[in-house]
């Protein structure tokens, strides 16, 4: 089975700290992504990488940055925690193969739920 | 942005009743995916249909792929208590992004 490992499942902050968020799969995924889910608001793409060193803004990426230093973790950056980046943040990876069906099913890990005081 | 609308937001059933979310986008899409979260937990993955007009079955739970490829439902039979959480189904657009539908509560009333 396909792991997802997100360091943290719970994490206070206070406003104006840098948070790290690390996320590690197992399944040598090309794919990875950051989301933050929200009641009503579903799941809204952050930022996502289909590389190593590669990275692309997804819908939300304001105050947040990523890395990708190796093929198998992901980390999720707040330079500089505001409230409003309270939520819960998920991580998820999946393959990629081209063509119609490019997008695999996405793994997710179980979530951290960021608070920022 | 695209978008892909689900509705409805949430949806209350007895036990036993049946249950039905649906997906509209405003542009074609390339493939969509179905994704059950339950409570607590994290999205996990169900089906992709990839085919215009394509129906998939997994036991009780329909899935349909609009003739058009704009739309896609979800429909369970006789739902049952292990059926409760958020369905969310997610469509690739033709820059090979998945845009996420904003998902639908299934609550079952006892």
């Known amino acids: 089975d396909v792991k997802v490992t997100q360091s943290s499942r719970y994490l206070v902050k206070r406003t104006g700290e840098k948070v790290f968020l690390e996320c590690v799969q197992d399944?040598?995924?090309?794919?990875m992504f950051w989301y933050r889910q929200d009641p009503g608001l579903g799941l809204r793409l952050i930022y996502f990488s289909y590389d190593v060193k590669m990275k692309e803004k997804g819908d939300i990426p304001e105050g947040y940055s990523v890395s990708r230093e190796k093929k198998e973790r992901f980390s999720l950056i707040l330079e500089s925690a505001s409230t409003n980046q309270t939520s819960m943040y998920l991580c998820?990876?999946?393959?990629?193969?081209?063509?119609?069906?490019?997008?695999?099913?996405?793994?997710f890990g179980d979530g951290t739920r960021l608070s920022i005081l | 942005g695209q978008q892909v609308m689900q509705i409805p937001q949430y949806q209350h059933v007895q036990e036993g009743e049946d249950f039905t979310t649906y997906c509209n986008s405003s542009?074609?899409?390339?493939?969509i995916q179905w994704y059950k979260q339950r409570p607590g937990g994290h999205p996990v993955f169900l089906i992709q249909l990839v085919k215009s007009g394509e129906v998939k079955k997994q036991k009780r739970l329909t899935f349909q792929f609009g003739e058009a490829k704009k739309n896609s439902s979800l429909h369970i039979t006789a739902t049952q208590t292990t059926d409760v959480g958020t369905y969310f189904c997610a469509g690739q657009n033709s820059n090979y992004q998945l845009i996420w539908g904003a998902g639908t509560k299934l609550i079952i009333k006892p």
């Open positions: 399944m040598d995924h090309e794919n």
């Open positions: 998820a990876s999946s393959f990629w193969t081209g063509g119609e069906g490019s997008n695999q099913p996405q793994h």
């Open positions: 542009t074609t899409l390339s493939n």
